[in-house]
């Protein structure tokens, strides 16, 4: 059997094991077992598989997924989501369209310590959606603005999509994060912006409530200063190079159950747990980086990715179409899978091409991080798409009594802020490399 005929294969098993529901990263290991098996036979797998788990979990950066995932749970668990809501409510609440405005700061906050968007997406539906149904928020403005900001999991640093891309990109987390702010701040300031324009141009869809006074405004940011102390500690700490991400991420995670025990929001019993639900996410993201690893090791004996790199580049398009091919292909498949699934899946036929692409005379390294924060930037889209928007299907499940359309009719408005920072970073990638100089 020839090469590409393996190939073929490969994938042919791996949408036939998809369209029956087999999870993704079981029917990425069996195709990618199968496909190997063919190519080299017997011996040569058995001798692979005897050595793919430690070469796959023998890193030390991995570490760093299950301790932001546990921080989250912690976060989740002390009711920081309400704290972080209420702070913003009380600021900016009395504004036409502030509650929806203060949600969306809510979510980049919680973002920021969550690291998962349906994880945001689902905290912060619970936490706001009552508030804005309380005050005559329409359906269409209020189920619309939590699923667009629970996107602000995979965007803003710590996003554990992010994490992963770093580590199959081998690009520093650390800076990948700091590429991440400037487009994560900018896209929250879109996303206010819209909201501020649409309660303008419809102004049945908002109310406006009383302005807190002093000292409820007061008291109100200083419970929510430690959580922004812990989300301040943790970065100028990584950024600064006192500790490392991994580092980092322990340092925020014992900072967080610390906050929780001190604010009598945890106790031990809650605080365990929270171990299981980080654990288990753990899991599935280690299954399905396991299956990945075996898929991608069996396309590169294959040669291709390799082949289709080379393929692409005798073609007589300039690159920023083949970019633009890229992305429009992640914005679809996003709609139908997981967010993660699709990057393993895509990546590593992608990437090379991308590295090898002549763009705005960035370095290799410079082209790997810039494709990795427009990638997010994308999904993000995919994530808040039809058919099926995972954030839009998370809010649902809360919002029961709102039909899918009228969530979807709620996204359209910021879709536009959406479609220009991604216009703004596929023609000038320096909006997501400028915050690299923070990077000593």
Known sequence: MSNFQAASLIVVALLGLIAIRVPIGAAMFVAGAGGYWLLVGETGMLN???RLLWARFAVYDLSVIPLFLLMGQFATAAGFSR?????????MGHRQGGVAQAAIVACAAFGSICGSSVATTATMSQVALPEMRRLKYSARLATGTLAIGGTFGIIIPPSVILIIYALLAEQSIIKLFAAAMLPGLVAAIGYLLTIAIYVRMRPGHATVQPRAGRDERIEAVRSAWPIAAIFLVMFVGIYGGWFTATEGAAVGTVATLLLGFAWR?????????????????????????????MLNTALAVSRMPAEFAAWIGT????PIVVVICFLLTFVVLTSVLDELAMMLLLLPIVLPVIIGLDLYGLTEEHKAIWFGILMLAVVQLGLVLPPIGLNVYVVSSIARTVPLMEIYRGIAPFLFSDFLRVLVLLFVPQFALAALWLIR
């Open 48 to 50: 692979y598989l005897k």
């Open 83 to 91: 704290t972080l809501f209420r702070a913003a409510n009380t600021l």
């Open 265 to 293: 929001q945890l106790d031990l019993r809650t605080a365990v747990r929270c171990v299981l639900p980080a654990a288990q996410a753990t899991g599935m993201i280690f299954m399905v980086l396991l299956g990945a690893e």
């Open 315 to 318: 073609l007589d398009v300039a």
